[in-house]
């Protein structure tokens, strides 16, 4: 089995790979700084598990997520975040992640995560609030992600290939499901904050 912990503070990486060494003596354990480091280490090792930060330099958040489980579909990605919003973990276990676990949380929840992957499961801690009440289609996940990444309506319209029209309103129930009046109060609700180096290239 090979393991992938990626996360820009060198501590939590070393914490991590001390408490999985002796779990997965076997394992061989990767470690990646930065969001083009991940992507070089799964193109050439094909890790079995990623233990993925979603603010590193380089890395546009969920856009990331989803470019990074599309492109690499036979690594299982767990995502690991500050945050805890229902809407970031339901978009990011819609992008096909295997988990989302808090960094609030034990490493403990490492070991059930990866274990629930490797079975072919998905999983997320019991004590997390997943808002049933709150859901975002997958166009509107989409257009989330987008705009936690800073780019503008025009923007996102070509990118996704859709009228200026299309997106504003997708954008317009993104904000009424959240109870948000602009992008600022929504990228501080989610929890997402961009990253000082990060970069729009995917």
Same mark, same amino acid.
């Given at each position: 089995m090979k393991i992938l912990i990626a996360d820009d503070? #060198? &501590?939590?990486? !070393?914490l991590v790979r001390t408490f999985l060494a002796p779990v997965y003596p076997e394992a061989l354990i990767y470690e990646a700084s930065d969001y083009f480091s991940v992507k070089e280490?799964?193109?050439?090792?094909?890790?079995?598990? @990623? &233990? &993925?930060d979603l603010s590193m330099p380089n890395m546009n958040g969920l856009l990331s997520v989803n470019k990074l489980v599309s492109r690499f579909p036979d690594s299982?990605?767990? @995502? #690991?975040? *500050?945050? !805890?919003h229902p809407i970031l973990i339901q978009t990011v276990m819609g992008f096909g992640a295997a988990g989302f676990i808090p960094k609030? /949380?034990? #490493?403990?929840?490492?070991?059930? +995560?990866? %274990? $629930? *992957? /490797? !079975?072919g499961d998905e999983y997320l801690p019991p004590s997390l609030n997943a808002d049933a009440n709150?859901? /975002?289609?997958? %166009?509107?996940?989409?257009?989330? +992600? $987008?705009? #936690?990444? +800073? $780019?503008?309506?025009?923007?996102? *319209? *070509?990118? /996704?290939d859709l009228s200026l029209h299309t @997106?504003?309103?997708?954008? +317009?129930l993104v904000f009424e499901k959240l109870k948000v009046q602009n992008r600022q109060q929504l990228i501080s609700l989610i929890g997402l904050?961009?990253?000082?180096?990060?970069?729009?290239? &995917?």
């Open positions: 503070h #060198c &501590l939590h990486r !070393e280490i799964c193109k050439n090792n094909q890790p079995t598990i @990623v &233990l &993925l299982k990605f767990i @995502v #690991c975040s *500050a945050s !805890e609030t /949380l034990s #490493c403990r929840e490492l070991i059930t +995560g990866i %274990r $629930y *992957a /490797l !079975e709150i859901t /975002l289609t997958q %166009r509107q996940s989409e257009i989330l +992600g $987008y705009i #936690c990444s +800073g $780019y503008s309506n025009k923007e996102i *319209a *070509a990118r /996704l @997106v504003k309103f997708h954008a +317009g904050h961009k990253h000082p180096n990060q970069d729009a290239m &995917l």
